[in-house]
Structures are given as structure tokens and as C-alpha cells.
T-cell receptor, first 109, second 116 residues
């Protein structure tokens, strides 16, 4: 049973910010939120993770709501190479690393 | 170096063949994983190795036999597969939970397996 809910697909214009939402209303206090993406025919790629504070790295920003029931991955300036399936995962143990259906993001010129 | 390598990239095998998939990482990770991914579906967890010991088997049929000969290598031995086993097989590694609260996974490019 999936711990997260994501929209099936989203479009974004090249150069604009892509905001990908994830609902994890049953998250427990010690579960982290992880984001990965998978570009067609490649292995998934780690993007970012967080517990309760907002996080930023060279790839993206992660905004987690105060109640931790949802989060948003932000790609600040989307490029065509960001077209991929984005997975939001909550986990606390090794066997939690299960993927939901993810969001297929298409960046359009 | 955050690279996980997998060989071969592609494999075609008959239902009576025996073959092996290989995965290697040199990041010092003590947790390693096998996933199976069918077309247009998310990856499905198959096995987890923890300090070279099998810790999780997601009820995978015995025709898939994992092996972790040392901390850098992970194998998946295949025997008597069925056509429905055709898929992309992904290997991943991460730090072990005993080493800290977060452990992002690094994935290899996968082996695309076709069973004929």
C-alpha cells in the first residue's frame, strides 16, 4: 500500500519553475521524505531528502509543510533534460524503499 | 565517486539457460538492493542485502537467486526464467541505517533482460 500520492503527470515550460507535489498524510515522526527521478531507460537518480525543514541542493528544493503531511519538490529553472518520472518516497527502514507510480514531468520548449 | 555499475547492459536468454547479472559499487555502502522494473511501471523491490547478508526477500521466485560475495559486489543468478520475467533489473546501494538516519540510494543503469 502506497504511502504517498502524486499527480500522474504534469507539464512545465522550459525555464520556468516546476513544482511537483506529494501527499504523505500518514507519515510518522521519524520517516524522511526522499525524491528520486528516472529519466527514460535509466536507473533512478537521487535528488533530495528531508525530515521537517526545507532543504535545497544543487538540483532542487524540497518544501515540507509544517504538519509534514505533504511536500513539494521545486526545480527552479526546468530544462528539457528534466523530463522524467519523479518519485516521492517516505521511509524509515531499508524495506521502505518502495516506489509509487510517480509523476511524469514533461518540460516543453 | 557515486557510481554503481551493472553488467551486462542487455541480456537475451532462453528459458533453460543459466545466467548472472552483476553489480558493483565502491562507495563503501553496506546495503545493496535488487529491483525489477517492467515497462511503464515503477521499480519493484526484490532483495535487500545488509552487511553482505540477505535481509529482505520480497517473496521472489526461487529461479532468482541473489548473492553478495563481498561488500562491493552483488550478483543475481537466473535459472529457468519465464518470458514474463523480461524486465529492467536495477541494482542500488546505500549507507546502512546503522550508520545514520538517512541513506539515499544510488542506482546503476540496469540490465535489460529478455527471456525467449
Amino acid at each position: 500500500d502506497a504511502k504517498t500520492t502524486q499527480p500522474t503527470s504534469m507539464d512545465c515550460a522550459e525555464g520556468r519553475a516546476a513544482n511537483l507535489p506529494c501527499n504523505h498524510s500518514t507519515i510518522s515522526g521519524n520517516e524522511y521524505v526522499y525524491w528520486y527521478r528516472q529519466i527514460h531507460s535509466q536507473g533512478p537518480q537521487y535528488i533530495i531528502h528531508g525530515l521537517k525543514n526545507n532543504e535545497t541542493n544543487e538540483m532542487a528544493s524540497l518544501i515540507i509543510t509544517e504538519d509534514r503531511k505533504s511536500s513539494t519538490l521545486i526545480l527552479p529553472h526546468a530544462t528539457l533534460r528534466d523530463t522524467a518520472v519523479y518519485y516521492c518516497i517516505v521511509r524509515v527502514s531499508m524495506d521502505d524503499m518502495r516506489f509509487g507510480a510517480g509523476t511524469r514531468l514533461t518540460v516543453k520548449p | 565517486d557515486t557510481e554503481v555499475t551493472q553488467t551486462p547492459k542487455h541480456l537475451v536468454m532462453g528459458m533453460t539457460n543459466k545466467k548472472s547479472l552483476k553489480c558493483e559499487q565502491h562507495m563503501g555502502h553496506r546495503a545493496m538492493y535488487w529491483y525489477k522494473q517492467k515497462a511503464k511501471k515503477p521499480p519493484e523491490l526484490m532483495f535487500v542485502y545488509s552487511y553482505e547478508k540477505l535481509s529482505i526477500n520480497e517473496s521472489v521466485p526461487s529461479r532468482f537467486s541473489p548473492e553478495c560475495p563481498n561488500s562491493s559486489l552483488l550478483n543475481l543468478h537466473l535459472h529457468a526464467l519465464q518470458p514474463e520475467d523480461s524486465a529492467l533489473y536495477l541494482c542500488a546501494s546505500s549507507h546502512h541505517p546503522w550508520e545514520g538516519p538517512t541513506y539515499e540510494q544510488y542506482f546503476g543503469p540496469g540490465t535489460r533482460l529478455t527471456v525467449t
